[in-house]
């Protein structure tokens, strides 16, 4: 097969599985879990043939006519370049080891058999976003996407905190497609087409009127696709649904959609200035704003759902700068490592029956009842942390050093101001970065205290991924010595200055988190654990959902816990309370948008009720009036009948008389 045959293989073998699971899911069970495994496993096989037949030489492009629109066309149309094959072999393998894992997580769930397919449409729609080289036939991808993360959000719908984050990951979402489809038509009314090819080629011409209206309303799409400030709230709430669609949502699909699309597009931001340093100040904001939220949280799978929004300010920081080959480096080295926090963290749930890290800091050998979890998680908390070897030290160095040259002026793609902006805010960010680690690793697994429940050993479904994405988290980052040829070609390794420097801030945060840790942990025996839901005998999900209910009910909230010995509220000071409620975004949107909304809505029902319906109602009043006045006219005597006619005759008479002498008259 050529190369493209195998390409347009890659997404469309997850559709054709997600079809056929919800076709014969519940009438042949049997069938659910390897309709499940087998499409993205092999699309995974056919995703790395792509990558080593397309080696990171000169992009390979298809396409043919999707349908004839009478101005600008739609192109079925492939393009594979070293950005797109590497990032949908990440997708393919997150893919592969999130439905291998799930088929554990999951084991009893009656509703297994749609929650793989939508894994599978999941999968298949960011694929077509990665592949696709046309931007209408993305738009399609990019959309599915969106309501997949619905469903899959409130697989859990019984809870209350399910369904409103479901409901809110798609609101928000949309509220950043408006713009971003807009930005989508102005693009190609500029260019005039939607071929990415075209546009980058008509960029470089000079065909771009409106550079920076355009950028700009791109950039409110990625804002809410990829959890940006001001549109990045939705994330931290959807992980209310199951923690293998947390990993996929933040590793490989989604949120990583965003990125990837302004490294695709970038030549387009990079035509305004203004555009560049408006996506620093974004991603400065969200580094900073969710490092500190980041350590407020006491649940462990928000801890890391504020790290994903925090390390997507990093790779908006390295597109900002105009380097996409730091970028997408990061983005996948982030992929590795953060998958393996996630589906590590379901583990840890599983086995502790809580997810609230107050009531994992009184448990005592957490770390020994699921040696798997610890390992592969400190692992991938070391990356997160960028501190070397490991995969997160490379990529982040990588945005990092692209930062600092613009900032000096070796780079002018854009402003020197993005340049100082990203530099500073990704050094601040080190040290935020290596202190919720730190937090995290300490609370999870050097709690004192009763001995966490016995589940007896996880499933080997489970644990084995965690190996298998441990080794590119580990491994990975030694690539950046040659993975830079994919790209732009651009030197992906670290500098001395910034990685020391970087280095060093982040292993002070991490020893001051140490610090105070020591210092707050004799006061956890004073506070009682709350928040725990084990049973030894159930499958993870239930645990799951248990624990996120029961967290609600005891502390009031699902961010936050009043534990004194949290090192986090030590740390934060007065601004604890603040960070542990996203610095009050919510309620700000609730007063400035949401409140609005409902008012305006209650006037329009108003106005229709009482006014609109006032007016219907009033004209069939009328006609049932007039037509009771003609019943009673109809009495069925024809004597009756006879002298109303007569009576008419006269009185017509008369006035025709009476017309007659006023205009002979006149």
């Known amino acids: 097969m050529t190369t493209t045959t195998l390409a347009a293989l890659v997404p469309l073998i997850p559709f054709l599985g997600a079809l056929a699971g919800l076709a014969v899911g519940r009438a042949a069970p049997g069938f659910v879990r390897p309709l499940a495994i087998l499409p993205t496993l092999t699309a995974a096989v056919l995703a790395v043939t792509v990558a080593v037949r397309q080696g990171g030489g000169r992009a390979i492009d298809a396409a043919t006519q999707l349908t004839p629109t009478g101005s600008v066309p739609i192109d079925l149309a492939l393009h594979l370049d070293g950005f797109a094959v590497l990032v949908a072999v990440l997708v393919t393998v997150v893919a592969t080891c999130v439905q291998l894992y799930s088929t554990a997580y999951l084991r009893d769930d009656a509703r297994y058999p749609s929650y793989a397919a939508l894994i599978s449409l999941f999968t298949a729609a960011m694929l077509l976003v990665v592949y696709?080289?046309?931007?209408?036939?993305?738009?399609?991808?990019?959309?599915?996407?969106?309501?997949?993360?619905?469903?899959?959000?409130?697989?859990?719908?019984?809870?209350?905190?399910?369904?409103?984050?479901?409901?809110?990951?798609?609101?928000?979402?949309?509220?950043?497609?408006?713009?971003?489809?807009?930005?989508?038509?102005?693009?190609?009314?500029?260019?005039?087409?939607?071929?990415?090819?075209?546009?980058?080629?008509?960029?470089?011409?000079?065909?771009?009127?409106?550079?920076?209206?355009?950028?700009?309303?791109?950039?409110?799409?990625?804002?809410?696709?990829?959890?940006?400030?001001?549109?990045?709230?939705?994330?931290?709430?959807?992980?209310?649904?199951?923690?293998?669609?947390?990993?996929?949502?933040?590793?490989?699909?989604?949120?990583?959609?965003?990125?990837?699309?302004?490294?695709?597009?970038?030549?387009?931001?990079?035509?305004?200035?203004?555009?560049?340093?408006?996506?620093?100040?974004?991603?400065?904001v969200t580094m900073i704003g969710s490092g500190l939220a980041a350590l407020a949280q006491d649940d462990i799978k928000r801890v890391l759902a504020y790290s994903t929004i925090g390390q997507l300010g990093y790779m908006s920081g390295a597109l900002a700068v105009g380097d996409r080959g730091a970028?997408?480096?990061?983005?996948?080295?982030?992929?590795?490592?953060?998958?393996?926090?996630?589906?590590?963290?379901?583990?840890?749930?599983?086995?502790?029956?809580?997810?609230?890290?107050?009531?994992?800091?009184?448990?005592?050998?957490?770390?020994?009842?699921?040696?798997?979890?610890?390992?592969?998680?400190?692992?991938?908390?070391?990356?997160?942390?960028?501190?070397?070897?490991?995969?997160?030290?490379?990529?982040?160095?990588?945005?990092?050093?692209?930062?600092?040259?613009?900032?000096?002026?070796?780079?002018?793609?854009?402003?020197?101001?993005?340049?100082?902006?990203?530099?500073?805010?990704?050094?601040?960010?080190?040290?935020?970065?290596?202190?919720?680690?730190?937090?995290?690793?300490?609370?999870?697994?050097?709690?004192?205290?009763?001995?966490?429940?016995?589940?007896?050993?996880?499933?080997?479904?489970?644990?084995?991924?965690?190996?298998?994405?441990?080794?590119?988290?580990?491994?990975?980052?030694?690539?950046?010595?040659?993975?830079?040829?994919?790209?732009?070609?651009?030197?992906?390794?670290?500098?001395?200055?910034?990685?020391?420097?970087?280095?060093?801030?982040?292993?002070?945060?991490?020893l001051i988190t140490y610090g105070a840790w020591r210092h707050t942990t004799a006061l956890a025996a004073r506070t009682p654990i709350g928040a725990v839901a084990a049973h030894p005998g159930a499958e993870p999900a239930l645990v799951e959902a248990e624990a996120m209910t029961s967290h609600t009910a005891v502390y009031g909230t699902i961010a936050d816990a009043a534990d004194p010995a949290d090192p986090g509220r030590l740390l934060l000071g007065p601004l604890h309370r603040h960070a542990a409620t996203g610095f009050h975004l919510d309620a700000l949107y609730t007063v400035l948008f949401v409140r609005p909304v409902q008012e305006a809505a209650r006037l329009v029902r108003f106005l229709d009720r009482e006014v609109v319906d006032t007016y219907v109602n009033g004209t069939g009043a009328v006609t049932r009036l007039l037509g009771t006045a003609v019943r009673r006219a109809q009495t069925g005597n024809v004597q009756t009948y006879v002298s109303a006619l007569l009576a008419g005759s006269l009185v017509l008479a008369i006035a025709a008389v009476v017309f007659a002498n006023v205009n002979a008259g006149s």
């Open 132 to 284: 696709s080289g046309d931007l209408m036939v993305l738009l399609v991808g990019w959309e599915i996407m969106g309501i997949c993360s619905y469903f899959l959000v409130g697989h859990y719908w019984e809870t209350p905190q399910a369904r409103a984050a479901s409901l809110k990951a798609f609101l928000v979402t949309k509220l950043g497609d408006v713009p971003f489809l807009i930005g989508l038509f102005a693009l190609a009314a500029d260019t005039g087409s939607f071929r990415i090819t075209e546009i980058l080629a008509a960029v470089g011409n000079g065909g771009l009127d409106h550079p920076t209206l355009i950028a700009l309303l791109l950039l409110a799409g990625v804002a809410g696709k990829s959890a940006q400030f001001p549109l990045h709230t939705w994330l931290p709430d959807a992980m209310a649904g199951p923690t293998p669609v947390s990993a996929l949502i933040h590793a490989a699909t989604m949120v990583a959609a965003g990125i990837y699309f302004v490294a695709r597009l970038l030549p387009v931001f990079a035509a305004s200035g203004a555009a560049l340093v408006v996506l620093a100040v974004m991603a400065a």
């Open 327 to 510: 970028a997408v480096f990061h983005l996948i080295s982030h992929g590795a490592f953060k998958a393996v926090l996630f589906l590590a963290a379901g583990v840890v749930i599983h086995a502790a029956g809580t997810n609230s890290l107050a009531a994992m800091s009184r448990m005592g050998d957490l770390a020994r009842r699921v040696p798997d979890a610890f390992w592969t998680m400190t692992v991938a908390l070391l990356a997160l942390a960028a501190i070397p070897p490991f995969a997160g030290f490379f990529s982040k160095e990588a945005v990092l050093v692209a930062a600092e040259h613009t900032a000096l002026g070796d780079r002018t793609v854009a402003p020197a101001a993005a340049g100082w902006t990203i530099l500073i805010a990704g050094l601040l960010a080190a040290v935020l970065t290596a202190a919720y680690a730190v937090r995290l690793w300490l609370l999870a697994f050097r709690g004192r205290g009763a001995e966490a429940p016995d589940h007896g050993r996880q499933p080997l479904a489970m644990t084995s991924v965690l190996w298998i994405l441990a080794v590119p988290t580990m491994g990975f980052g030694l690539t950046a010595g040659v993975i830079g040829d994919w790209f732009d070609g651009h030197g992906l390794t670290p500098s001395l200055t910034t990685a020391v420097l970087s280095t060093g801030v982040g292993v002070a945060g991490g």
